[in-house]
């Protein structure tokens, strides 16, 4: 078993060997399979000034392990599971000339990876598929009667890679903050 970070999978590939034969042959045995860990990072601020000054900042940071295996006509095919490593949203500003600041509680949910792809003519094209991941909060009191508002994002995210680093982690929604 071979034990590869995300962005070597490119260097993988290239070891793969290639057929110059354009008919189809029964399937052989998978290529030994491969497996990884992927991580991500969003490192978001957002600052909004109109009758209140808004300023907010999130961070998510995940990881997922992974297995797959390339079948004799390049399909490839795998799975892992992940989860996120920090959820944080951070709100600070003025609202109706008071300050207010909090770290609003967010919650996540761990995921499953699905991998697909196709190596030919010594590239590999693999794609990363995160199912299941979740983010969410409840309306949090900031203070100065200003709320961050309940969110919940639940949403797929499919990354492709020959040979970059895929990110474990999504975008949450981008209006969450509002006063009251």
Known sequence: MRTLIVGLLGVAALLLPVTGSTA?????QSVEPYTGVGTGLLDRYRHIASS???????VYRGRFTYAFQIDAFGNIE??????????TWRLDGVNEG?????NVPMSTQAFRVRITGHATGGTA????ALEGSREWNEDHDCGANF???ASDVRASQTRSSSSSRPK????????RAFRR
Do not use: E
Request: charged letters at 20%; proline letters at 7%.
């Open 168 to 175: 474990a982690s999504r975008s949450p929604s981008t209006t």
């Open 52 to 58: 209140f000054t808004s300023d907010s900042k999130d």
């Open 125 to 128: 094209t693999i794609r990363f």
């Open 147 to 149: 709320t961050g508002f």
């Open 98 to 102: 008071r300050r207010f600041g909090c």
């Open 24 to 28: 189809p042959k029964a399937p052989a």
């Open 78 to 87: 795998g799975t892992g599971n992940g989860d996120y490593l920090t959820a």
